[in-house]
C-alpha cells in the first residue's frame, strides 16, 4: 500500500507561481511511474505530468509544457510539480498518484494505482 499527500496548494495571480509537493510513504517497490492530475468543477481528471523512478524520465500534457516542470527527491520520497506563468485556466484540485511499473507517458488516470487527497489551485486573472 502507498499513500500519498499533497501540499502547496492556494491562491495566485496570473503570470505566478507555485510549487506542489507529493510526500509518499509505504511500499512502491523499484519501478514506479509518479503523476500529477488536476481536475476543474465539471470536466474530467486530466494528466499534467508525469516522472518514472529510475533515470527520471518526464512527460508533460501539451498544455503545460514549458510552463510546469515535474522532478523527484527519492531521498525525501517527495514529488514536486513546479507551476510558472499560471493561467486561470489552470484552477483546478491537483491530484498525485501512483503508477507501479516503468512505462511513464501514461495520462489515463484509471492506470495509476494510488491517488493523493488533492489539493486546491486557483488562479485569479
Known amino acids: 500500500q502507498v499513500q500519498l499527500v499533497e501540499s502547496g496548494g492556494g491562491l495566485v495571480q496570473a503570470g505566478g507561481s507555485l510549487r506542489l509537493s507529493c510526500a509518499a510513504s509505504?511500499?512502491?517497490?523499484?519501478?514506479?511511474?509518479m503523476g500529477w492530475f488536476r481536475q476543474a468543477p465539471g470536466k474530467e481528471r486530466e494528466f499534467v505530468a508525469a516522472?518514472?523512478?529510475?533515470?527520471?524520465?518526464?512527460y508533460y500534457a501539451d498544455s503545460v509544457t514549458g510552463r510546469f516542470t515535474i522532478s523527484r527527491d527519492n531521498a525525501k520520497n517527495t514529488v514536486y510539480l513546479q507551476m510558472d506563468s499560471l493561467k486561470p485556466e489552470d484552477t483546478a484540485v491537483y491530484y498525485c498518484?501512483?503508477?507501479?511499473?516503468?512505462?511513464?507517458?501514461?495520462?489515463?488516470?484509471?492506470?495509476?494505482?494510488?491517488w493523493g487527497q488533492g489539493t486546491q489551485v486557483t488562479v485569479s486573472s
Open positions: 516522472i518514472g523512478s529510475s533515470i527520471g524520465r518526464t
Open positions: 509505504g511500499r512502491t517497490g523499484s519501478s514506479y511511474t
Open positions: 498518484a501512483c503508477r507501479l511499473g516503468t512505462l511513464v507517458a501514461v495520462t489515463n488516470p484509471h492506470l495509476y494505482n494510488y
